[in-house]
């Protein structure tokens, strides 16, 4: 199978009045065929401006990609020019955004944000447009789609408008489709219906998908593969299983151990992680989660730990997991004392 | 609420302000010092009391009141003291320079005004967008008057002097030429509003998350600018052409009397220098109502364009 | 992978408290508003402008030589800086067509239409808050009805209103004030009232009057701080308005009468020989368009640096 997508080694900082704020610094992970990537994370960590990255939507004035390769395909993105990559936008990869309410063009009708796509890179003619459009809606379950495509965004409901936004993201076939925060803005209800609806279309078509959430409960009905992000960098990638069950970084576990059960147990105290994530203006020099983790070691904060093999592909980026770490660390971690 | 409740609305709002400016205008008119038949040369009795019935003038107040708006539902808005014409007639006769006038100002202001801030907008940050800006706060901060006369100055006297040929004359309005300058002039203002309005627009839209999904799906610059960008930015300025259209008509006065163009300006500044209470009086009702009119063809423009007042609750 | 000293493995443990602590120091909205605003090169120049025909405003007609209707027949449409030969004063900006010196005119006009505008907009904007701000609190019928009336007093164009004030009242400087502030405040009422409608639904009043917060303390700590940054940049951006409305009745005959001077009447004398002496328009012209740029462009500035969504 080959690879829908190769990200090596991402470096991409903002350049703002107050300096160089360095949002990414250094991912790399790989999407094969029909995967499902997850991305978590905390707000800030990087994860929008790394999606936004790979289709190069973000601003360049303040963006830019200070290193690193895209490769999508056989697309260079990062060398692309914006002709290019207005080729490749909308047809080899496309994006659904988190807030489907301010996504959508308010004055103009649902039904021609569609067939904009489906003329640009296809270029169907307006009366094949119009019912690759009505087809697309009932794809994504809307009712009444000949209807529904001459009214405005402002007569749907948040689901439907995300279905719509769906739709439009499949009507030009991509190979990956970068979901940012779909469910975020949704009720649970609906949040279950999107994510249902995202999964049968991963298996009708294959399509790779990345999803990038906050929310681990959705990550773990649907990804194949998660990357924990944090503070600009991955901190550990695996399966859903690895993650799950044998998680192999500090701040994975603490996520982890901070999602609320589900026992009514009242005597156990919600658990948090301490502290804010680093100001990326001046990154710390060693391990970005360093001053908030219970295993902190001298070693962490001075310098970045490379990635680490746990077990085939399960791979973090702590130091505890070198060869020279003292199992005695490596206890105080699991207690989380 | 639907389109229907919504034109309804504007109406009635229309009405309510006339009235109240026919109420305003009669009621300043009764306060004003004096007789309005003192000036003139000295009236026979019988004419005086001839004139007093027609006017109503020995009738209550509430009487003349509403003698005062058949009158205008008649379309007899009083005869001027000054001319001895009925007003409606003089009005006839002027307004329609003046409206000639004001409606060129009006479509080059709209027009260069949204393209001046769309590329302003576009071009953010470059010398393209500082110069627009520039102008435009130079066009917002000098006066009309005050533009006409360096017009008329400069392009108009000053060219000619250095040139030897007539581009522009300074005054009149017969020919094409004639009425380039003093459109332009009345325009200016209004021009610089809409260009610093419709570039703030624009820049709001542009931040916009939906400009966002029309890039990813792979549109070019051009297209999400004008197809998706500018519907959407110019909203705001065509609220805002009902005042506009206020200030064009009233800059039309000055303009008017600057370059000699024998619009109602003209009639309505003499009116004012020699107390022609009448003439004042008629000339006000009409122009307000005018407006109101205006203002009201824009808010039934503006319920057209923006599908979210057709079916929703309009938020004001 | 090299074998590294086992000491740089000692257990260090969570910083929390380090964690917890924010970057860059915080400093209040105002400080930060006000060294937004210094560092605006533009609206600075603009201030100092301002202050400075302020001051010429209050000075000159003081210290200068002539009065303002003093007439010299002997030297009328004299050019600038025209010395007279009577009495060696210097005419800074020359003489009109009665001989009068300009330079004085323009300064005491510069007092009469700064004192109109600034009353008037002063007028307006007390007016208005007050309107605004019953209006704006108070939510409800009472809101409605008040925001029908204003509807439609602005739909009456308020030109009209003006000029019909302006033929009842005496022609003078308090009649252009209240024929102004007649119409005028609405604008300021729609604002505040419209922030307070915003304002008070916003979360952290809601918290505030959840933590037992009294009215008086949510109105002065919470509402009328963010009320009055959007006020501040409406009174600047209104002055120039209120200048260019003054000019404008003067230019068209409903100015002040002589023998006071304003900007617009001494433009309106200027327009009428322009084309022979055409300094006697530039002066006034200039000085109208200088003053209503500077204020224009520091609104802009203030609207700039008080905006907290620039916030640094």
Request: charged share 20%.
């Amino acid at each position: 199978m080959s690879k829908v997508l190769v990200v090596n080694d991402l470096h991409v900082s903002f350049d703002t009045y107050a300096g160089e704020v360095q949002a990414v610094r250094g991912v790399n992970f790989e999407l094969e065929e029909g995967e499902v990537l997850a991305i978590v994370g905390e707000s800030g960590c990087g994860k929008s401006v790394t999606a936004q990255t790979i289709m190069k939507l973000n601003p360049m004035p303040p963006a830019r990609i200070v290193k690193g390769d895209i490769t999508l395909g056989e697309h260079d993105i990062v060398n692309a020019t914006e002709k290019e990559m207005m080729k490749i936008r909308g047809k080899e990869v496309s994006m659904i955004f988190q807030d489907p309410m301010t996504c959508l063009n308010p004055t103009m009708q649902v039904g021609k944000q569609l067939t904009e796509a489906i003329r640009h890179h296809r270029k169907l003619s307006k009366e094949d447009a119009n019912k690759e459009a009505i087809h697309l809606l009932e794809t994504v379950k809307i009712p009444n789609p000949a209807q529904r495509a001459k009214q405005y965004p402002h007569e749907f409901s948040g689901g439907m408008r995300q279905r719509v936004m769906i739709a439009m993201a499949l009507s030009c076939a991509p190979k990956l489709l970068i979901a940012d925060e779909p469910t975020t803005a949704l009720d649970v209800t609906i949040q279950a219906q999107i994510m249902d609806l995202l999964q049968e279309i991963k298996e009708k078509t294959n399509t790779a998908i990345i999803l990038i959430t906050h929310d681990l409960g959705v990550v773990a009905s649907m990804a194949d593969r998660v990357a924990v992000m944090y503070a600009g960098k991955i901190v550990e990638t695996g399966t859903a299983e690895d993650i799950f069950y044998r998680p192999s970084h500090p701040y994975t576990e603490a996520l982890l151990r901070s999602l609320p059960k589900t026992e009514l147990d009242r005597s156990v105290r919600l658990v948090s992680i301490a502290g804010t994530p680093p100001d990326l203006l001046l990154p710390p020099k060693g391990c970005g989660f360093a001053s908030r983790c219970t295993s902190c070691m001298k070693i962490c904060q001075t310098e970045l730990p490379p990635d680490f093999t746990v077990e085939g592909k399960h791979q973090s980026a702590c130091w505890l997991l070198h060869e020279d770490c003292p199992s005695k660390q490596c206890e105080v971690n699991s207690d989380g004392k | 609420m639907t389109l229907v409740k919504y034109i309804g609305k504007r109406i009635f709002y229309a009405l309510l302000t006339l009235f109240a400016l026919v109420a305003l205008t009669f009621f300043m008119m009764r306060l004003l010092p004096g007789d309005p038949f003192i000036g003139q040369k000295a009236i026979p009795e019988a004419t005086r009391k001839a004139l007093d019935a027609k006017y109503g003038l020995d009738k209550s107040v509430l009487q003349q009141f509403l003698m005062y708006i058949g009158n205008i539902l008649k379309g007899d808005l009083g005869i001027s003291m000054h001319y001895n014409r009925p007003i409606t007639d003089i009005i006839a006769q002027a307004f329609p320079y003046s409206f000639n006038l004001g409606m060129r100002a009006l479509i080059f202001a709209t027009i260069a005004g949204v393209l001046l801030g769309i590329i302003a907008s576009v071009k953010r940050g470059t010398k393209w967008d500082t110069i627009s800006m520039m102008f435009a706060i130079i066009g917002v901060s000098v006066p009309s008057f005050i533009i006409g006369a360096l017009f008329q100055y400069f392009f108009g006297l000053k060219l000619y002097q250095w040139t030897g040929i007539k581009f522009f004359p300074i005054t009149g309005w017969n020919s094409e030429m004639s009425k380039i300058l003093p459109a332009f002039a009345l325009s200016f203002g209004s021009l610089a509003t809409v260009s610093r309005l419709m570039r703030t627009s624009m820049l709001d839209v542009l931040g916009q998350d939906y400009i966002k999904t029309a890039k990813s799906k792979g549109l070019s610059q051009k297209k999400i600018i004008w197809k998706h960008a500018v519907r959407n930015a110019i909203m705001p300025v065509v609220t805002v052409l009902g005042p506009i259209a206020a200030t064009v008509l009233t800059g039309a006065f000055v303009v008017e009397n600057i370059f000699s163009i024998p619009g109602m300006g003209k009639f309505f500044v003499l009116s004012i220098q020699v107390q022609d209470y009448t003439m004042i009086s008629g000339i006000t009702l009409f122009y307000g109502a005018f407006l109101v009119l205006a203002n009201l063809i824009v808010d039934l423009l503006y319920g057209l364009i923006d599908p979210r007042v057709k079916l929703t609750e309009l938020k004001e | 992978m090299d074998k590294l000293d086992k000491s740089r493995f000692e257990w260090v443990g969570a910083n929390a408290l380090e964690g917890e602590g924010i970057a860059r120091p915080s400093i209040s909205y105002w400080k930060d508003a006000m060294k937004r605003l210094s560092k605006n090169k533009t609206a600075i120049v603009c201030l100092g402008v301002i202050i400075l025909i302020g001051l010429m405003a209050i000075v000159v007609p003081i210290i200068s030589p002539y009065t303002v209707s003093e007439q010299h027949y002997a030297h009328t449409n004299a050019v600038m800086g025209f010395k007279d030969p009577t009495d060696g004063h210097l005419h800074l900006f020359g003489t009109d067509k009665l001989g009068r010196d300009i330079f004085t005119r323009v300064w005491s006009g510069a007092r009469i239409s700064l004192f109109i505008a600034i009353t008037a907009v002063f007028v307006n904007f007390i007016i208005g808050i007050v309107y605004g701000g019953i209006a704006g609190y108070m939510g409800g019928m009472l809101d409605n009805v008040m925001m029908r009336f204003i509807e439609i007093i602005n739909g009456i164009p308020y030109l009209i209103i003006v000029i019909l004030l302006m033929m009842v009242l005496k022609p003078g400087t308090t009649t252009i004030i209240i024929a102004y502030a007649a119409v005028g405040w609405t604008g300021m009422a729609r604002l505040v009232r419209g922030q307070l409608m915003s304002l008070k639904e916003q979360d952290y009043v809601v918290a505030a009057k959840v933590m037992g917060a009294k009215p008086a303390r949510i109105i002065a700590k919470h509402l009328l701080p963010n009320t009055l940054s959007v006020v501040i940049v409406n009174i600047t951006l209104a002055i120039p308005s209120a200048i260019f409305t003054e000019a404008f009745l003067s230019f068209i005959g409903l100015g002040v009468p002589v023998p006071l001077a304003s900007w617009g009447t001494l433009a309106n004398d200027g327009v009428k020989i322009f084309q022979m002496y055409p300094t006697q328009l530039m002066i006034p012209a200039l000085c109208i368009s200088i003053t209503m740029l500077s204020f224009n462009l520091l609104g802009d500035g203030l609207r700039d640096a008080l905006d907290p969504r620039l916030r640094r």
